[in-house]
Structures are given as C-alpha cells and as structure tokens.
C-alpha cells in the first residue's frame, strides 16, 4: 500500500522534471490521486506514464498558458493552449464557478486541451459554493453509435455534482459506453470471452472477443444493444462530443486525437486537441439555499432507504462508493498494480526521481 | 388518415369547452399534433383524453397564469399555476430564449406544471434563434434505480436540439428508461412475454410479464440491468429529477403525481406539481455562429456517412426519422387507434364538439 502523499509528491518531482511548473504539476498530481483514493485507478496513477511521455514528446505543452477566446455573461471560451488536461479544467472550471455567482450560472467550453482525468473531480470544485456542477469531455473513437460498423465517438463522461447539507453531495460521474475500456482489457487479459451487447466485430457484428479493440473492433453505447436503448446513449455521447468540440472548436469523433504517445495523430484535423465543457449553476439563483438543501437530503433519504430489489444490499446514491472508498484509502494508502509500479520505476530512473519506497 | 389541421380544430375545441382561452388551447393543440406529425402517437392525440379529464376534475387549471418566481441574468424560477403543460412550457422555453439573448445562456426551472408532450418540441423552439435548446422532465415513479425493489423515478425524458446550416437540425429526444411504457404494454395486449432486462417484479427480481407494470412491477434504466450500466441510466434519470424538481419546488420522484385523472395524487405532497427544466445557448456566446453551424454539418456528414453495421442501412442522424415522418405526415395525415378515436367521440358527444369525419 502507498500513501497517498507519497504518490502526489513522486507524481509533482516526474511531472517537473518534464518542465511542468511546481503549482501546475501539483494540480495534475492532485487529479491523478484524487482518482486512486476515490477507486478509480484506471484515472489515477496509471495515467501519469502517458502524460510524462506525451509532455516529452512534444505533444503536450508543458508550460501552457491557457486563454480566453471569447465570453459573454454566463459562457466562457478557452483555448488551453495544448497544456496538461488537469491544469487546463481546474481553470476553466475556476471560471464557471466564477462568472456563475454574478450570472446565476456560466459554461465553459474548452479547446485544446488533453487527457483531464476523473470528470468527477471538477463538477465537485462547485459544491463548496453551494453551486451544482458539470463536466463532460469527449474522447478517441472508440464507440460505434447505434448502426455504424466503427467507433465513431468517445467513451465521453459526463459528471454532475449537487450539494446537499446533512447528506454528503450527489456525485454522478459516468462514461457514456455500455461498458469502461479497462473492464474489456482486463477480460482480456483472463483470456475470458466477454458476453454479448458490449463489443462489437469491425464490421458492426455482434463480438465475444475481448481483444476485438486491439482488432478494429468498438464498444457499445450505453444501452448496449438498438433494442435496448444503444440509440439513448448514441444521442448522449454525441451531445458531448459537439458540446466539448463544437462550441469550442476542438476536435469532434474520429477526430479526436490519442492520450497516448504510441499512437499517431491523423493529420489536417478539423480542430485543436481535445475538447471539454464544464458547467456550475448556483444554487440561489433558482430558489432559497436551505430549500434545495433540505430538499437535496429528502431526495437523498427517500432514494436511500427505498427496498433494496431482492439479492441486493440497498439501493446506492451516485458518489456513495467513491466517498466511502476515498474515506478508508485516506488513512491506509492505495494498491498500485504490477504494470504501474513498473512504469513509475522506469520513469524516475530516467528522470532521477528517488522511488526507493516503490 | 386524419388531416392534421382537422386534428388540431378538434383538440382546440375540446379544450375551449372546458374553459381553455382560444391561445392556449392552440399552444397545446400544437404539441399533441406535432407529437403525430413525428411519428410519436404515445404523446398525441392520445393525450388529449388525459388532459380533458384533468381539466374537469379540477387537476388541471385551464386558466392558469404562470408567474416568475427569482431570477438571476441566466435562470428563472417559473410557477405555472398548474397550467396545461404545453402552455407554461412553451412560456417557458420563451423565456430561456430571451434572456440566452443577453446573458450568453439561460435556465428555466418549472414547478407546479403538468404533463408537456413531447420534449422536443421546446428544445427545437430555441433553433431558429440559432441557440442550443434543452428540455428535461420529472415524471410519475415507473422506473426503478439500480437495486430498488420499486419504481422511485419517472422515464424523465431529455431532448436537446442543436441547429446546422445546410443539413437539417440535430434533434434527440428520449426517455432514460430502458425502454417506453407503450411498448411493454403493446407486447401484454399481444399476449407475448418481455425479454429480460426491460421490467421487474415488485421485488426487483426479473420479470417476463409484460403486464407488471400494473402489478407493483418498475421499468429498468437506460442500460437495463447493473451489468450493463442500469447505474448510468439511473443517474441520468436522478439528474433530471433533481433539475426538474428541485431547483424549481416541484415534486421528486416517488411524489410526481400522477398524469391522468383516474389515479389519486398523494397527500401531503413535498413541492408543487410536475417539473421541467429549460435551457437555452446561443452559439454565438461560445464561437462564430458560421464556425459551429458549418463544424455541425460536417458532424452531421460525418456520422450519416459512416459505414454502417452489417444488416444495417445507415447511420441515423438523432431527430431523421420524427424530421423525415413530418414530412410524409404533413401531406398525407395521420392515422388514429381506434382506442383513441372511441374516446375523442365520447368527449365529442359530451361537450357537444363536431366530429362527424371521426
């Protein structure tokens, strides 16, 4: 187990190492554990071996200076001048929350930008201003919307966070697939098939194969199947994907390009890195504070206690887990798998950052 | 095939009968006959017999004036008086829209309202003024969170209407359930069982019974079961609830009274009727208006000109098929059921309406 200081700290000396200044090395580092304490490794430390080698191959500025390209009262446009995702949103979330208490709410849409980690993590900047707060990004295609052979859009994650007051907030923070990537990996990896309604051949039939991504295959849209709603989350994922790339002039879809230096970017791309949009609405902009605070716990209680469907435990509120998880991690540190601990050697070899505790 | 004009004259007149003002009785005409126009029968005609009932047994005001709760640059608070939906949702939808004139972007909360049609037809009111239009809505408990053992929230649908330039709009417009009321209870009337993954008995075990619903029984999420993100489906419809309910004192929930007239509301309810939430974006708050209306058609041709799944035609655009059945219905009219047209003749006789070519 790592503690979760640890981590950051050896997170800020690799980041800095690649010319990341101190505060916004801190920043990236901050996302990344946040993402191991709410347990969601796949966001957290695992990430940082693909932005160290993307800041030192160039494809990622690592002394950005984001921008405002345009504003009105309650919208803002930035441009983040191609620097590390975390760096980019706390900012431009920093804005929305900003331009919300004097226009009641305000949006933020985002262009080049990169990788930013757990959505979650932004929508939550909002709370402690009693504000409500959004997030969504797009992604690399790799889901086929509803009756296309091929991934056309991103897993893209939407995340809302709503304040209560004696009840901790609503966090929702979700990808938009039938099914999260490293879940397919991982079957993979077990050399278990995976069943049908999650994957598909690339040739839009249905697949068992885990490995099919690897092979030109795409993931679901959440909904799974058309008789099941695929066309649901089709609809979704690409109301993110042309609110984070349109409105702010980023890259759509096939488009977007990779969080990985191992694969290429394709060239004459219709717009500049990845896209985001962030949202936060203020609470007394629509009606009393204690109102909707007491209301938020009665909606909070109500869906809590409601009975639990036969063979389940009780009914879960959206952020319940990743709270609960981060309470306990915070105290007796985090796991770090095989592969990571592996890649975090290699990069304080390289770097010459002290990792005797890895 | 009923022409739409006749339809329309129909629903005015009914509705004048039962104390409607002669404009509001046309706003609403308007929503039901673009629900036929579109090729969604559910939300048509259909509901006229609903909102006659209601407006005779006092459920619904016929002369309702909705009046501004708060506001703030970008929201507005509205009560709508217990108004026909459709009435205090197009008022709403107005506002959102004036006010995205000025501050960049504006949000309409709803309280005290009653069942609006079709969502889309509000979102797609924002398009002409070359803004983003957003429509969601809280609905009487029929779907079941991931775990629950009952139905604690509506299908609460979600439409969002994006204007292009040469190609047609981009309008989707759907429900967060796994899957509509009408098509499980078209398969009873069939006589034919469910597929798994769509309905629950009242204890949350899975159900084939497509008459469970009138059992104690709930509708799955979008994602059906917790294999297959029910829990996206299950945030996604929470979101809307608190949006629809909470920021504008309507009822959450297990609390959204009931639609029809034949179902008693509940005492000691926590908010005031039914709730939506509007919004409006103008695309010229985020980027040139000629940018984004041009990045959208090369969106739209992107995704329509994927190469489609085997056994599949083509890549649906999200608002082609209700925009492509408009046109056809425009012309040639629309067909009722004969259940529906047994209960337009009976309020005709009733309130003394024409409808000899019924």
């Given at each position: 187990m790592y503690e979760i200081a640890e981590l950051k700290s050896l997170a800020v000396s690799l980041l800095e190492r690649c010319g990341v200044p101190a505060v916004d090395a801190g920043k990236t580092a901050d996302v990344l554990v946040a993402a191991e304490l709410r347990d969601i490794p796949s966001h957290g430390m695992l990430r940082l071996y693909d932005y160290i080698r993307m800041l030192q191959s160039g494809r990622i500025n690592p002394v950005a200076k984001p921008f405002i390209v345009h504003e009105s009262p309650s919208t803002l446009t930035l441009d983040g001048d191609n620097g590390l995702g975390p760096v980019v949103s706390e900012l431009a979330m920093h804005y929305a929350i900003e331009k919300a208490h004097k226009a009641g709410t305000a949006w933020v849409a985002v262009r080049n930008s990169n990788h930013f980690g757990i959505a979650g993590y932004y929508a939550m900047q909002a709370l402690s201003h009693n504000m409500i707060g959004l997030c969504m990004c797009n992604a690399n295609p790799l889901v086929a919307p509803t009756f296309s052979a091929l991934g056309m859009l991103g897993t893209n994650p939407l995340a809302v966070a709503i304040p209560a007051r004696k009840e901790p907030?609503?966090?929702?923070?979700?990808?938009?697939?039938?099914?999260?990537?490293?879940?397919?990996?991982?079957?993979?990896?077990?050399?278990?098939?995976?069943?049908?309604?999650?994957?598909?051949?690339?040739?839009?039939?249905?697949?068992?194969?885990?490995?099919?991504?690897?092979?030109?295959?795409?993931?679901?849209?959440?909904?799974?199947?058309?008789?099941?709603?695929?066309?649901?989350?089709?609809?979704?994922?690409?109301?993110?994907?042309?609110?984070?790339?349109?409105?702010?002039?980023?890259?759509?879809?096939?488009?977007?390009?990779?969080?990985?230096?191992?694969?290429?970017?394709?060239?004459?791309?219709?717009?500049?890195?990845?896209?985001?949009?962030?949202?936060a609405m203020r609470i007394n902009a629509f009606c009393p504070e204690d109102v909707f605070l007491e209301g938020m716990d009665h909606w909070i209680t109500t869906m809590r206690n409601a009975k639990p469907a036969k063979g389940a435990e009780r009914v879960i509120i959206p952020g319940d887990p990743e709270r609960e998880a981060a309470e306990k991690n915070k105290n007796k540190g985090v796991p770090l798998k095989d592969k990571v601990k592996e890649q975090l050697r290699e990069l304080c070899k390289e770097l010459d950052v002290d990792c005797h505790y890895l």
């Open positions: 907030p609503f966090v929702a923070d979700f990808a938009t697939a039938a099914i999260a990537r490293g879940k397919v990996d991982l079957l993979q990896k077990q050399g278990l098939p995976i069943r049908e309604g999650f994957v598909q051949n690339p040739d839009g039939s249905p697949s068992n194969d885990p490995g099919i991504l690897t092979k030109g295959g795409a993931i679901l849209p959440l909904g799974s199947t058309r008789e099941y709603g695929s066309h649901k989350g089709y609809c979704m994922a690409s109301v993110i994907d042309i609110f984070s790339a349109l409105l702010s002039g980023a890259n759509f879809g096939p488009f977007v390009p990779p969080s990985v230096d191992w694969l290429p970017v394709k060239d004459n791309l219709p717009g500049k890195g990845t896209g985001h949009f962030f949202g």
